[in-house]
């Protein structure tokens, strides 16, 4: 039997809203940078904010808190930080079935009717096979999936 997809996006652009915690990886910086066509200094300069923890997180907007770069969709799609390509498959949300029963509100993309050693399975692979484990000290909390690392 075909096992369900735990996940399929519905671009309703929930996930691109609300305050702080796109934060960047250090590779998430140099691509954007590199899209935008300016140095890593200027891309932080210009569209970024410290996050409390001294991570460097993009900016939204103030009138509704959109991320700066939600244009009806992301502006900035091929060089989006490896945060916004593994939601929904964070560290929380794999480890912990309450996280994940949060996120069923928050995230229409996300299949309600399987089980969450399902929603895990896929999401360790998907994680692996986009290489969107980090370890570094300033990479986001939900990406950390040491000691899933293998
Ligand atoms: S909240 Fe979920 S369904 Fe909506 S855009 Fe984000 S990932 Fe897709
Ligand atoms: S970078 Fe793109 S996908 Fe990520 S929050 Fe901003 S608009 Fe959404």
């Avoid at 929904?88 to 009717?113: M, Q, R």
């Avoid at 089980?115 to 300033?138: D, M, R, S, V, W």
Wanted: glycine share 6%; with cysteine; charged share 25%.
């Amino acid at each position: 039997m075909i096992e369900p997809e735990a996940f399929s996006c519905k671009m309703c652009g929930h996930c691109c809203q609300g305050k702080g915690g796109i934060i960047l990886t250090d590779k998430d910086s140099i691509r954007l940078a590199e899209l935008l066509n300016i140095t890593v200094k200027e891309l932080h300069e210009q569209h970024c904010e410290q996050a409390h923890d001294e991570k460097i997180q993009l900016k939204v907007a103030e009138k509704d808190l959109y991320c700066i770069f939600y244009k009806n969709g992301c502006s900035i799609h091929p060089a989006r930080p490896d945060i916004c390509r593994a939601w929904p498959f964070f560290k929380g949300n794999i480890i912990d079935p309450i996280s994940l029963n949060l996120s069923l509100d928050y995230c229409p993309g996300i299949n309600k009717d399987i089980e969450h050693k399902t929603f895990a399975k896929q999401g360790l692979e998907y994680i692996k096979k986009k290489n969107l484990n980090h370890c570094e000290k300033n990479a986001p909390n939900a990406l950390k999936f040491f000691p899933f690392n293998s």
